[in-house]
C-alpha cells in the first residue's frame, strides 16, 4: 500500500482513503500526464472504467476506475477536470486497451476530444452521423438574466428520449428552445427514406 500511496501523491492532490472499500480518491494535477501514472503502476492494474460527468457550466469530469493488485486489492478513483473552454485529454486507448469505448462515449456525448485516440469514430451514431451544427458543451452563462434548464434525453415526462434545453428570459417567457430528438432511434428515420416498399 505504500507503493501506491507514494505514485499517488506525486501524480495528484487531495488523495482520501476509505479503509471499508480499500478505495483511494484522488485528483489528479493538471501537470501530470496520466499515461506516466499509468506507467507506474506497472502491469498490477486493471482499468476497471472510464466516464465522464457534466458538473454543470464550469467542467466536465473525468473518472478513471483502477484496481491495483500489489501486496494487497486496492481501489482507486482518479478523477480529473477539463474547463469547456478546452474539453481535451489525453487518450489512455493506445496503452489500455479497456478505454477505447469509454473514451468514445465521452466523445461522443460530453464533447470532449481525448489526443491520440485510435478510433475515434462515433459509438452510438452511425459512423457517416453528421457533425452538430451547434456546440452544446459552449452555453453563455455571463448573463444572470437568463436561465437554462436542461430537460432529458431521459424524464417521466417524455414519451422517448429527447433532449431539451429551455432558455428562459423570467418566469414566463421563453426565448429559445434548442431540441435533440432521435435518442431512441438513432437514424431510423433517415434509412427508412431512402426505401420503397
Known amino acids: 500500500m505504500s507503493r501506491i500511496k507514494e505514485v499517488l501523491n506525486k ?3 487531495k488523495v482520501e482513503y476509505r479503509d471499508d472499500w480499500k478505495l483511494f480518491n484522488a485528483l489528479l494535477r493538471e501537470d501530470r500526464d496520466i499515461l506516466d501514472f499509468f506507467d507506474e ?16 457550466y464550469k467542467n466536465i469530469e ?7 493488485r500489489g501486496d494487497s486489492i486496492l481501489n482507486i478513483v482518479l ?3 477539463l474547463s469547456k ?7 489512455i486507448a493506445n496503452k489500455v486497451k479497456h478505454a477505447l469505448w469509454p473514451e468514445r462515449e465521452c466523445m461522443e456525448l460530453l464533447g470532449v476530444k481525448f489526443n491520440n485516440h485510435p478510433d475515434p469514430r462515433h459509438l452510438f451514431l452511425p459512423y457517416d452521423w ?8 459552449k452555453i453563455d ?16 415526462a417524455l414519451i422517448e428520449g429527447i433532449f431539451l ?19 431512441s432511434h438513432r437514424g431510423i428515420m433517415r434509412l427508412a427514406e431512402e426505401r420503397n416498399y
Not at 130 to 137: C, G, N, Y
Not at 142 to 156: D, E
Not at 165 to 183: A, C, H, Q, W
Open 85 to 91: 473552454d478546452n474539453l481535451e485529454a489525453i487518450s
Open 130 to 137: 453528421p457533425e452538430e451544427s451547434r456546440d452544446f458543451t
Open 165 to 183: 434545453r429551455v432558455k428562459l428570459s423570467s418566469d414566463k417567457i421563453v426565448e429559445d428552445v434548442d431540441i435533440k430528438p432521435g435518442f
Open 62 to 68: 473525468l473518472n478513471y476506475f483502477i484496481e491495483y
Open 41 to 56: 503502476l506497472g502491469n498490477k492494474f486493471r482499468l476497471i472504467h472510464v466516464f465522464g460527468v457534466d458538473r454543470g
Open 11 to 13: 501524480y495528484s492532490y
Open 79 to 81: 478523477k480529473r477536470y
Open 141 to 156: 452563462m455571463s448573463s444572470s438574466k437568463i436561465s437554462l434548464i436542461s430537460i432529458g434525453p431521459y424524464h417521466p
